[in-house]
């Protein structure tokens, strides 16, 4: 017997079910709507609320739109973009996810505070990560973004170092770049350091790696594009190597489904319920057509 179970700490994230629900507010309304980049790192979802009436743009048409209404996502901005809203009467419906919006707030404050004090802002992150874009404008662009622990060592020691963190970064790898930054700065520097990383994407890490150990094969749903998602597949493979990044019921090989007893699916921060649900449920009818007993 096949046992077919999804994950139920799976799926969107607090932040981003905020921002498809402003959408879908303002759609029902019969209203046109753009969104400033995809809603959502996830093809699936952006094609569902675009059946819906929802326009992904990006910043360059941004620039040219004038008298209308834009959502930003839960990813946030750059004090830019509101600038340009302000100059071209651009209504925004702001979806930032207030974790981020704090962190954002956080940065602006120190990079102020530390104004000529020759101090560097490190943002532990993603390079061209919207979030990360939107963390570094409020530095005017003068934040060190280092996306591995390996690239602390492209600091300078002797400078006065203050670290932050991309909202759904590692947890673990923060801890090791904070370490090795203690371990080197200079004694007559100061190193101050802000763990913001968003606990409710960090404490999906060990629920993940549970849930792809209690299971023979593992199908992780996420977009292309999700960097949450990559890092939580990635967890998967390190206790399950029988782990699959799909993003479609198309995707599956029949053949993984031979000589197992579980399956589990599982997806990220960006990875809506329904689209799990789809995958569960063309597994039970690939099982059912190889005479294959589900429980």
């Given at each position: 017997m096949?046992?077919i179970?999804?994950?139920?700490?799976?799926?969107?994230c607090?932040?981003?079910?905020?921002?498809i629900?402003k959408?879908?507010?303002e759609?029902?309304?019969g209203?046109?709507l753009?969104?400033l980049?995809?809603i959502?790192?996830n093809?699936?979802e952006?094609e569902?609320?675009k059946?819906m009436?929802?326009t992904?743009?990006?910043?360059?048409?941004?620039?040219?739109l004038h008298?209308t209404?834009?959502?930003?996502?839960?990813?946030?901005?750059?004090?830019?973009?509101?600038?340009?809203?302000?100059?071209?009467?651009?209504e925004?419906?702001?979806a930032t996810c207030?974790v981020v919006l704090?962190?954002?707030?956080r940065i602006?404050?120190?990079f102020q505070q530390?104004?000529?004090k020759?101090?560097?802002?490190?943002?532990?992150?993603?390079?061209?990560?919207a979030e990360?874009l939107?963390?570094?404008g409020?530095?005017?662009g003068?934040?060190i973004?280092?996306?591995?622990?390996?690239e602390a060592?492209?600091?300078?020691?002797?400078?006065n170092?203050?670290?932050f963190?991309?909202t759904?970064?590692?947890?673990?790898e923060f801890?090791?770049?904070v370490?090795?930054?203690k371990?080197?700065?200079s004694?007559?520097?100061?190193?101050?350091?802000s763990?913001?990383i968003?606990r409710?994407?960090?404490?999906?890490?060990?629920?993940?790696r549970?849930?792809a150990?209690?299971h023979?094969l593992?199908f992780?749903?996420?977009?292309?594009?999700?960097?949450?998602?990559?890092?939580?597949?990635?967890e998967?493979l390190k206790?399950?190597?029988?782990?699959h990044?799909i993003?479609?019921?198309?995707?599956i090989?029949?053949s993984l489904?031979?000589?197992?007893?579980s399956?589990g699916v599982?997806?990220?921060?960006?990875?809506?319920?329904?689209l799990?649900e789809?995958i569960?449920q063309?597994l039970?009818t690939?099982?059912e057509s190889a005479?294959?007993?589900?429980?």
């Amino acid at each position: 017997m096949i046992r077919i179970e999804i994950d139920e700490e799976s799926g969107f994230c607090f932040g981003v079910v905020n921002a498809i629900r402003k959408a879908e507010d303002e759609l029902t309304k019969g209203k046109a709507l753009c969104c400033l980049g995809d809603i959502v790192h996830n093809s699936r979802e952006v094609e569902r609320l675009k059946d819906m009436g929802l326009t992904t743009i990006n910043h360059d048409q941004f620039k040219q739109l004038h008298n209308t209404k834009v959502l930003l996502r839960a990813h946030g901005e750059p004090p830019e973009t509101y600038q340009i809203a302000h100059e071209n009467n651009i209504e925004i419906i702001d979806a930032t996810c207030p974790v981020v919006l704090r962190l954002q707030k956080r940065i602006k404050q120190a990079f102020q505070q530390n104004a000529g004090k020759d101090t560097q802002i490190v943002i532990y992150g993603k390079n061209g990560h919207a979030e990360v874009l939107g963390l570094v404008g409020q530095t005017d662009g003068k934040a060190i973004v280092i996306e591995k622990a390996i690239e602390a060592q492209k600091l300078d020691f002797t400078k006065n170092i203050c670290l932050f963190s991309q909202t759904t970064k590692s947890l673990d790898e923060f801890k090791e770049i904070v370490e090795y930054i203690k371990q080197h700065i200079s004694p007559n520097a100061t190193f101050e350091y802000s763990d913001t990383i968003c606990r409710q994407v960090a404490n999906r890490m060990p629920r993940i790696r549970e849930f792809a150990a209690s299971h023979d094969l593992i199908f992780f749903v996420s977009g292309k594009k999700s960097s949450n998602g990559k890092m939580l597949f990635e967890e998967c493979l390190k206790v399950n190597s029988n782990s699959h990044l799909i993003d479609s019921p198309e995707e599956i090989d029949p053949s993984l489904l031979q000589d197992v007893t579980s399956i589990g699916v599982c997806g990220a921060t960006s990875t809506p319920k329904w689209l799990m649900e789809q995958i569960s449920q063309h597994l039970h009818t690939l099982v059912e057509s190889a005479n294959l007993i589900n429980t």
